[in-house]
């Protein structure tokens, strides 16, 4: 990687070692990133609506209320307050217990898995002041795996440094041991067949997306179609079938809803098969763009806009079959 990008981020609250508080940071401006750094990702969760079968609750989200917080703490003994992800079997919680460790807990507490902190960040001299996170990011679909992720974070006073890396491990659930998969990553996304994993890196020029196969361990690599300006990219949705995915390239920086202004966004379509690519969208200048939903029926559900403009979010609909975008309709 030729380009390094990380955010620089004012310190709002100081840290003291003995506590548990998570800090308020709020982006100012970018700088260069030091090469010998760890730092902490900002890339998105992928954690939203999380299935429990319980009587109280059919959907629990992130950012979970208290009584289903009190439900789930009945089904699932030992878990902390903080976002979840459910194995497909639900029989297994994994969340990130800020300071203290990966848990991954079994249905009635019998079980429990863990990665500590001080197993990944104790040999940074900035541990535990400021360690960074071990996020649960995807279970296999047959609950048999998890993957997490591991973001660093280093301190700078009076500011603390972040980038987008982040390293990739595979756990199997039946030990509790784990494996470094991948490091330097921006964005990673599982295909829903599970066949294959997509890999794109930090702030690489020319934008290039790794398609891994996990039967047989095959790497391609696509470069995708867009000229020089555009800095980072992120599969957005895959369909049903697993064959095809939506890369979202952006000239500029940006991958939130808490912006004003405007980057310019490209949507291209890959196929696994053959590799090719199909532009769906061209230079797009909006402050904020995802691809929500892939439907069964070749329809793309777009959101755009911006909380911070008198735009606001807006929902747009992208036909496959017909190459016809509708126009914005404001967010209910």
């Not at 071990?134 to 973001?151: M, T």
């Not at 039967?215 to 064959?243: M, P, R």
Request: charged share 20%; aromatic share 8%; glycine share 4%.
């Amino acid at each position: 990687m030729s380009r390094k990008i990380s955010i620089l981020i004012t310190i709002l609250a100081i840290l003291n070692a003995c506590t548990t508080a998570t800090p308020m940071m709020t982006p100012t401006a970018l700088i260069k990133s030091i090469p010998t750094a760890t730092v902490q990702s900002t890339r998105a969760s992928t954690s939203t609506v999380l299935p429990i079968n319980t009587p109280a609750a059919d959907k629990i989200e992130e950012e979970a209320t208290q009584p289903a917080f009190s439900e789930l703490k009945s089904i699932f003994p030992g878990m902390c307050e903080s976002s979840i992800k459910i194995s497909p079997d639900q029989n297994w919680l994994a969340q990130d217990c800020l300071y203290d460790s990966l848990h991954v807990i079994k249905r009635g507490g019998s079980t429990t898995r863990k990665v500590a902190y001080e197993e990944i960040f104790g040999d940074s001299e900035y541990y535990p002041q400021i360690a960074g996170g071990i996020s649960p990011e995807h279970w296999a679909n047959d609950s048999q795996s998890l993957y997490f992720s591991v973001s660093y974070c280093c301190w700078d006073p009076p500011y603390i440094l972040l980038s987008q890396t982040e390293t990739l491990y595979k756990m199997d659930i039946r030990n509790g041991s784990y494996k470094l998969l991948r490091e330097g990553l921006f964005d990673f996304s599982f295909s829903p067949t599970e066949k294959r994993v997509t890999f794109i890196e930090e702030l690489d020029s020319p934008l290039i997306v790794e398609i891994h196969d996990m039967e047989t361990g095959k790497i391609n690599k696509v470069k995708l179609n867009v000229d020089n300006t555009y800095n980072q990219a992120k599969v957005d949705a895959w369909s049903s079938d697993g064959l095809k995915f939506i890369v979202k390239a952006v000239s500029g920086i940006n991958y939130s809803t808490k912006v004003s202004h405007n980057d310019i966004f490209s949507l291209i379509m890959i196929d696994v098969s053959n590799l090719s690519q199909k532009l769906i969208l061209k230079d797009l200048p909006t402050p904020y763009l995802e691809v929500t939903e892939w439907t069964e029926d070749d329809v793309l559900i777009l959101k755009t806009g911006s909380e911070l403009t008198t735009e606001q979010i807006t929902h747009r609909q992208y036909n496959l079959k017909t190459d016809t975008l509708t126009t914005p309709t404001p967010d209910p």
